[in-house]
């Protein structure tokens, strides 16, 4: 028989940074054997992605420029769960409309990834759109968003490009080979309203 779980008592919390996008906070994590150890953990809004696929399974990607690695990247269209009260679904509509200029008939969960649970509660849900229309890019301002490309790329090129080292992006290489190999079984896709134990709901908790 196995002992009882631990189940990581936090002994104390003290807030370090708080910002736009992000926090930083300290927990004082009671370890199993008692001793108390400090993990800074980066408290997250959560966040959607698209993966957006034509008639001919297509994938719709963007190069947009992304200061943390002072380049270029190949991704989903995507954003920020940072509007209060939004569906997660709402809003992966609103950023496949804003970043690419498409609306989709079909929708279904993807994926959901924690990409760096090692010191962040992120939680990205992503979605497969299908059954997609042009209704056209509005007027981004002068933000990164400005400057993306647009691009369609058929499916065995994603796959290419994700095992190359072409597309780094964690989210995108994950779901680009979800979506591969969803294509033989599209029956696995998870209603827009599954459940998303992970969702990030601290950081909300923040705004004014």
Avoid at 29 to 49: F, L, Q, S, Y
């Amino acid at each position: 028989m196995n002992p009882p779980r631990h189940d990581f008592p936090v002994d104390g919390s003290s807030e370090i940074y708080a910002g736009r996008v992000m926090a930083l906070r300290s927990d004082r994590v009671v370890m199993p054997g008692g001793r108390v150890a400090t993990r800074e953990i980066v408290e997250h809004p959560g966040a959607v992605a698209v993966a957006a696929l034509d008639a001919d399974d297509r994938l719709m990607m963007i190069h947009q420029y992304r200061h943390a690695v002072r380049r270029r990247l190949w991704e989903l269209p995507a954003g920020l769960l940072d509007v209060a009260g939004e569906d997660p679904l709402r809003t992966a509509q609103r950023e496949l409309a804003e970043e690419a200029g498409l609306a989709a008939d079909e929708w279904s969960v993807l994926l959901d990834i924690v990409p760096s649970p090692g010191f962040s509660d992120e939680s990205i849900r992503v979605y497969l759109a299908r059954g997609i229309t042009e209704v056209g890019r509005p007027d981004l301002g002068d933000d990164e968003e400005a400057d993306l490309t647009l691009r369609w790329v058929s499916m065995p090129v994603a796959v290419r490009m994700a095992l190359a080292g072409t597309i780094v992006n964690a989210t995108t290489v994950s779901a680009v080979l979800a979506a591969h190999v969803l294509a033989g079984a599209p029956a696995a896709a998870r209603p827009t309203d599954a459940p998303w134990p992970d969702r990030p709901t601290r950081f909300a908790t923040r705004r004014p």
